[in-house]
Structures are given as structure tokens and as C-alpha cells.
């Protein structure tokens, strides 16, 4: 199934502008640092200042670390470090000694190459997805762009977490294996790279890899070699990482991590699922996914859309996916994700249910006030989500732990009293000072605007754009052969 030439234009005019309206909005906020970004930050500069693997000399600012051999190392897989890596000496140009300021601004630059970037053009992809699945025009902008700013992939878009990047390389991965044509064994081989390095970025990416794995194997072995001989070099060089630093190829950062969470449960923080976690995640005010992002409901009525229209491997594939991450996360001891305003541990998943969730954009209404109620609900619920993921972004995205409902507790009042970009800790501190200036900022606050009114240029460029794609997504009706 493929797009016509004339809609092929449209469909990467579309993409393109949805590709830019999310970078933008991606690097209009620096969230500042926390133990997650400062440690993973750590392993970047050792590589390129030390020329090691140990952050020995770093590891003051944060406690997520492995200690081995009275070294200290980061706790994370190394993917993420490794890639940003030549970012980061690019932009030190080798200083040795940078102050404070000079390395939240390499920390900014590295999470615009390795996270926003590839989560930018990841809405793009999934805006492609849509329109070849066989969504409508309008509802595919509807939905890449739901993605893109009405989920947590905004946020996490914003700092250098490994989560957005595995979600950007899963579906790289997932988009490369829907065609079979004379470069299939080619595709099918980039789509084994991609999910080799979602496991260098992030071990639990493996679910993923697996998902997506089987979904490759329906070509046999025509479509096994080639990914396994893609994954090989990212996994090769994290055996190495593995050895280097924990002794054996097979040895993860986990075995070795001082955090007592990742030895609890059967393996790494593991446990028995828990239903109780499985509502907290979902729809729960503390850390429900759909509190927060109601219409990626849509993904449950959207499955069985595309399940009955001729895509039931990929949409299976998808589902399964999901259904991983959500069984990952309500197994887990530290199931509710440190400072976060939501299940951060479901971001790389985020994707697939926004994919689902577009087979409802494929329905054949009987009436046109059908497809309006339908169209209309959509807006509704992309607007509430909208509005809940700008106010988590904008203020702090880092919710405290302790607070019982993230928005009615802490972010909601906050912003209302005017407070945006609240956190105190920098990528060179281990824990958040009240008399510090704030490390995080927005691009409004840079050019002189105070409080939301700093969100101006960014709400003032969702209007123009956002409403140029609506405008021509809904005067292009794709046609598929």
C-alpha cells in the first residue's frame, strides 16, 4: 500500500512541518540536571576528557552509579553517552576546567543532538506510518502532533534521559520493516542498527527489540540474518563497554549499582506484576498515563480498527509493545520513577499506542455527524492533553516524589501563582539548592519574559504552525493503492 505522487508531497510537507514545529518546541526548554541525566552527562565527559569509562572524577553530582573495583561508573546502559559523545567534544572545543554555566550549556546541546532530534523526527515518521496504514489527513497531523506535544514525549524530549531516543529507534525500526521491496534486506539490516542501539541507550529497550524482532521473522530467515547482522555492531560494543568496566561481556551496569532497588525483585528491580501499580500507571493521579494524556484511550477502539483492515501484524506488533513496557512497569520495585509527573518508564512505548490510536482515523462513519462527533472528541481530548503536558514542561516536569497528585499538588498551582522552569539542579549537582538560581529556562525567559508570558513565542508558534497543518491536513484526502 502506497501513497500517491501528488499525496506523497503533501505527506512530506506535512512531516517537515510537523518534524520542525516539535524541535522547536523540543529546544525551547533546558530542564536543568537530576541523578539520571547528571550520571549518563558523566559518562560523556569521562570518555572525552578521560578517555575512561569511570566517572571517578564526576560521580559528586549524582547517585545513580555502579561502583566496581573502586571506580565508579554510570548505572545506565552507555548508548546514549557514547552518542552524545562527539557532540559534547565539538562543543568544548577541549576545554579541560568548564565552570558550571559552560557545562549546562554543553548539557543543553547534547540533549538537542541525541534527544530532541531523533524525537522530532520520530513524529515525522509516525506521521508517515499513519498515512500509509491508511489514517486520513487530518487525523494523522492529529495524531504525530498528539505524540509529538500531548504525551510525555515532550518533556522527556527535553532532557537527557535515555527514554525518547529508545522510542525515536523502535519505531525507526518498526517503519523500516513495513516494506518489501528490491532494498527490503537493506531496510530490514538498518532496522536490526536500530534496535541494537536502543538496547546500548536503554537494557529494558530489549522488550521492544523483541516485539519487533518476531514482527521481522515473518519474512523467515530472509528477514532474520539481516537484523541480526544489523544489531551486531551496538551490541558488540556494549559487550565490550560490559567488559571494560563490569568484568564480563555479559555483566550489566545494573550488577554493580549502588541504588538497593536494582537488586530487589527476580532480576535488576523485577518483580510479580501488580495490579494496584497497573492502575497507577494508567489512570491513576499520581502517575496515570491517561490523567495526564486521556486520548491515547483511543489506541484500545484503534487496535481493532486496524486489526480488521489488513494490518493486523504491524498492529499486533504495536500491541505487543505496549502490552511489554506495561508489564515492565508494573513489575517493577521502583515502579513509580523517582522525580517524574508520570510512568516515564512507559515513554518508549508512547509511539505504538499513538499508532494505535490512529487506526480510529481509518474508520468508515455512516454519516458524516459521526465522523464529526468522532473528529470533535479527538480535539477534545488533545487539548486537554495539550494543556496538561504544557503546564508539566513548562513548570517542572521533575515532580518531587513525595507529592501525591503531581498537577493538583504541586504543578497546577504553580503555574497559576505564574511559576515556570523551577528546577534547581544543574547538571553539576547532586541535589537541587533552594538558594540557587534556577538551572532550567525557556527560550521566552532568555530573550526577557518573565513567568508564562515566557511561553508566548512558543504558544504563538503552535498557533501558526499548528494551524497551517490543520488547515491543509484537512483539504488532503490521501489516496492509497
Known sequence: MAL???????SRHHGFLLFVLCFLSYAYFYQGGGWNQNSRFDLTRAIVEQHSFAIDAYAANTGDVSAR????????????????????????????????????????????????LPGALAVW??????????????????????YGLATMAWPYSTMLFGHQLVAALLLFAFALLQRDDARAMTRVACAGLCLGLACMVEYQAVLGALAIGVFALRRGLRGAMPLALGALPPLALLAVYHWRAFGAPWTLAYEFSTMP??????????????????????????????????????????????????????????????????????SLVDWQGGWTYGPRFLVPCLPFM?????????????????????????????????????????VNP????GIAQPFAD???????????????????????????TPASWNLGQRL????????LPLVALHMMLGGALFATGRRSTPSLH
Not at 269 to 291: C, D, K, M, S
Not at 357 to 386: E, N
Not at 398 to 401: G, N
Request: proline letters at 4%; charged letters at 10%; glycine letters at 10%.
Open 448 to 455: 526577557g519574559l518573565g513567568g508564562r508570558a515566557s511561553l
Open 354 to 394: 499513538a499508532l494505535l490510536a490512529g487506526g480510529v482515523g481509518a474508520m468508515q462513519w455512516r454519516s458524516r455527524v459521526l465522523a464529526r462527533l468522532m473528529g470533535t472528541l479527538l480535539a477534545v481530548l488533545l487539548l486537554v492533553s495539550y494543556g496538561a503536558t504544557l503546564v508539566a514542561t513548562a
Open 410 to 436: 504541586y504543578l497546577l498551582p504553580r503555574w497559576q501563582s505564574g511559576q515556570v522552569s523551577l528546577v534547581q539542579q544543574g547538571i553539576d549537582m547532586k541535589w537541587p539548592r533552594a538558594d540557587a
Open 398 to 401: 521533575q515532580t518531587p516524589l
Open 4 to 10: 500517491d505522487s501528488t499525496n506523497k508531497a503533501a
Open 125 to 146: 515518521v509516525l506521521h508517515t506510518l499513519l498515512l500509509a496504514f491508511g489514517a486520513r489527513a487530518a487525523w494523522a497531523v492529529a495524531v504525530a502532533l498528539g
Open 261 to 330: 532497588f536494582r537488586h530487589q525483585g527476580f532480576f535488576m528491580g523485577l518483580g510479580v506484576p501488580n495490579p494496584q501499580v497497573l492502575h497507577e500507571i494508567t489512570v491513576g493521579a499520581y502517575r496515570g498515563l491517561f490523567y495526564s494524556a486521556p486520548w491515547l484511550l483511543l489506541a484500545v477502539p484503534g487496535l481493532l480498527v486496524w486489526l480488521r483492515r489488513g494490518r493486523a501484524a504491524a498492529a499486533s506488533c504495536a500491541a505487543a509493545v505496549v502490552l511489554l513496557y506495561l508489564w515492565m512497569n508494573a
Open 69 to 116: 573495583a573502586g571506580h565508579i561508573y554510570c548505572d545506565k546502559a552507555p548508548g546514549q553517552s557514547l552518542l552524545a559523545a562527539p557532540v559534547y567534544a565539538l562543543f568544548m572545543h577541549g576545554e579541560r576546567e568548564p565552570d558550571a554555566a559552560r557545562l549546562n550549556d554543553a548539557a543543553y546541546v547534547i540533549t538537542l543532538a541525541s534527544v530532541a
